[in-house]
């Protein structure tokens, strides 16, 4: 079984950046796609991120269309982690930020993704 923490998150002035990393256990990891998703108070868990394994199409990622440009999300197999670079945050990328494991495939599908992280804030003030 995965296990997924998060870590990185707060409270940041718009403009800013934040730095999120996902440690992951349990598994194989470099066997895995890993995506970020988040959920703002009210809304829709949606996606932001995901990463294929480095040596697989040599780490192709796919972003949303509303944080391209300024989030970047990376991994390091040696480390079992993956990361998320959040620049130009915005108050309304305010939310709950969930690292996941899908064993399959690079998609921005939340139903793909077989394991969870337990979430990590983030906080754009304006």
């Known amino acids: 079984q995965v296990q997924l923490v998060e870590s990185g998150g707060g409270l940041v002035q718009a403009g800013g950046s934040l730095r999120l990393s996902c440690a992951a256990s349990?598994?194989?990891?470099?066997?895995?796609?890993m995506g970020w998703f988040r959920q703002a108070p009210g809304k829709e868990r949606e996606f932001v991120a995901a990463?294929?394994?480095?040596?697989?199409?040599?780490?192709?990622?796919l972003y949303a269309d509303s944080v391209k440009g300024r989030f970047t999300t990376s991994r390091d197999n040696a480390k079992n982690t993956v990361y998320l670079q959040m620049n130009s945050l915005k108050p309304e990328d305010t939310a709950v930020y969930y690292c996941?494991?899908?064993?399959?495939?690079?998609?921005?599908?939340?139903?793909?993704?077989?394991?969870w992280g337990q979430g990590t804030q983030v906080t754009v003030s304006s």
């Open positions: 996941a494991a899908n064993g399959a495939v690079l998609t921005d599908r939340a139903d793909a993704y077989e394991h």
């Open positions: 349990g598994g194989t990891f470099s066997n895995y796609v």
């Open positions: 990463i294929r394994s480095i040596g697989w199409s040599g780490g192709r990622t």
